[in-house]
């Protein structure tokens, strides 16, 4: 599942909720730019080497990490709304990879919080 939640959500409740119900959970910030975004995704999650740092890279990267999970996962991305303030067109294709994510690993929330 794909959702988005406003300014006001409360992070710490949301992460606590996920752990409770025995999820994975993993904190992505956004940042100003599509790289950086790329390269905040990189570092929370421990991509490999060999991570192209573009949109189809962070498809294939999140997908393998996903399918080799032992729990549903909870991906947040939190900030979002700083991307696409800066690169609208980068928000909508990393929250388009998000969203065929949790087509393709139902069990899985990811979660975009939109401030």
């Known amino acids: 599942m794909i959702r988005t939640l406003g300014p006001q959500v409360d992070l710490d409740g ?26 905040a995704f990189a570092e929370a999650l421990s991509f490999p080497g060999w991570f192209g740092h573009n949109v189809d890279a962070l498809a294939d990267c999140l997908d393998h990490l996903l399918a080799k999970a032992t729990a549903p996962w909870e991906l947040i991305l939190d900030e979002a709304a700083v991307l696409r303030r800066a690169d609208d067109r980068a928000y909508d294709g990393i929250r388009a990879v998000l969203a065929d994510l949790a087509l393709r690993h139902p069990s899985s929330n990811l979660t975009v919080i939109d401030r």
Request: net charge negative; glycine share 4%; hydrophobic share 50%.
């Open 14 to 39: 949301l992460v606590a909720d996920a752990l409770e119900e025995g999820r994975e959970v993993h904190l992505v910030r956004a940042a100003a730019s599509k790289q950086a975004t790329l390269e």
